[in-house]
């Protein structure tokens, strides 16, 4: 099913679709340029953002400019290989990828507030 038909039908699309993908599992040497060659193939990208701290290397972010794009190569490129490594794309989800940095935030303010009231959390 090609993007074209997608919108003729007005197909709705689930709820998790979304214009912003997040890439995993890339190769750590990829240049900018290879990205918009691979992903460029479904559709008009409006950004690309590659990872290049020590957490963060080997992921990307792509934002297409339209939905339908997006959906389409989600469905093209999951598990493709290059590089010898096999893409894991997912549509970005703000409010997984925000809670992952809350929840340390959490665990060292609640360890602050442990250690100034005297409360331990060990089981009496």
């Known amino acids: 099913m090609t993007t074209m038909s997608l919108r003729k039908q007005n197909t709705r699309l689930p709820p998790e679709v979304n214009r912003v993908l997040y890439v995993r599992n890339l190769p750590f040497n990829i240049t900018s340029e290879e990205m918009y060659d691979i992903f460029g193939k479904y559709g008009a990208i409006r950004q690309i953002r590659i990872g290049c701290n020590k957490d963060t290397k080997g992921t990307a972010f792509v934002v297409y400019e339209d939905i339908y794009d997006a959906?389409?190569?989600?469905?093209?490129?999951?598990?493709?290989?290059?590089?010898?490594?096999?893409?894991?794309?997912?549509?970005?989800?703000?409010?997984?990828?925000s809670k992952k940095f809350d929840q340390k935030k959490n665990e060292e303010e609640v360890a602050k507030l442990q250690e100034k009231y005297g409360v331990s959390t060990k089981d009496k």
Do not use: E, P, T
Request: zero cysteines.
């Open 71 to 97: 959906k389409n190569a989600v469905d093209h490129l999951s598990g493709f290989n290059v590089a010898n490594r096999y893409l894991i794309v997912l549509y970005y989800q703000h409010a997984k990828m």
